[in-house]
Antibody
Framework: QLQLQLSGPGLVKPSETLSLTCTVS??????????WGWVRQPPGKGLEWIGS???????YYNPSLKSRVTISIDTSKNQFSLKLSSVTAADTAVYYC??????????????WGRGTLVTVSS | QSVLTQSPSVSGAPGLRVTISCTGS?????????VQWYQHLPGIAPKLLIY???NRPSGVPDRFSGSKSGTSASLAITGLQAEDEADYYC???????????FGGGTKLTVL
């Protein structure tokens, strides 16, 4: 059973880069059966898709965040990571990592990790 | 404001049926993109309940069902149980925004 474990700092200063890592267990990050993504939820607001990484190496980002986001994978550690640069208070949110089953036409976030609150504050 | 609109809250007594609606537009649900539903309990990872408008992943009880018509979708929960008390989110793809989009969430209270 695929499981995702998120890690990273809970506090980031304004203008700095937010970095989170999601460790995959019960499956391989290199598998073409899944693609990997990030979703966030600002306090009191709904969920927002940040971006996704495909086994082909392609990445797709939310256009509103694209200039600041990088998603990458580390096959040696079976992890994928999120970097969000130049953060402001508006980036304060609970961040989730998720895995989507890679089937054409299947747009669901099938498996989620437990979220972590990241606060942007000096 | 979320791209997909959900009522903020819904409630029902144990054993009864509730429906949660999700209203979109011609660039997402109305364009034919599938709708997914998630159950979210505070502090716990969200759980996929329905994918492809009406399909349940393995392990999801058949008390949960999904439907879609036009620019809207619905999640129905029958035989309400106390453990169903949670936030529920719909999700689809929006072609004009070029991204996956979520509803604002509906809080279900079991009376």
């Amino acid at each position: 059973q695929l499981q995702l474990q998120l890690s990273g700092p809970g506090l980031v200063k304004p203008s700095e880069t937010l970095s989170l890592t999601c460790t995959v267990s019960g499956g391989s990050i290199s598998s073409s059966s899944y693609y990997w993504g990030w979703v966030r939820q600002p306090p009191g607001k709904g969920l927002e898709w940040i971006g996704s990484f495909y086994s082909s190496g392609s990445t797709y980002y939310n256009p509103s965040l694209k200039s600041r986001v990088t998603i990458s994978i580390d096959t040696s550690k079976n992890q994928f990571s999120l970097k969000l640069s130049s953060v402001t208070a508006a980036d304060t949110a609970v961040y989730y990592c998720a895995a989507n089953i890679a089937v054409p036409g299947h747009d669901a976030f099938d498996i989620w990790g437990r979220g972590t609150l990241v606060t942007v504050s000096s | 404001q979320s791209v997909l609109t959900q009522s903020p809250s819904v409630s029902g007594a144990p054993g009864l049926r509730v429906t949660i609606s999700c209203t979109g537009s011609s660039s997402n649900i109305g364009a034919g993109y599938d709708v997914q539903w998630y159950q979210h309990l505070p502090g716990i990872a969200p759980k996929l309940l329905i994918y492809g408008n009406r399909n349940r992943p393995s392990g999801v009880p058949d008390r949960f069902s999904g439907s879609k018509s036009g620019t809207s979708a619905s999640l129905a929960i029958t035989g309400l149980q106390a453990e169903d008390e949670a936030d529920y989110y719909c999700q689809s793809y929006d072609s004009s925004l070029s991204r996956w989009v979520f509803g604002g969430g509906t809080k279900l209270t079991v009376l």
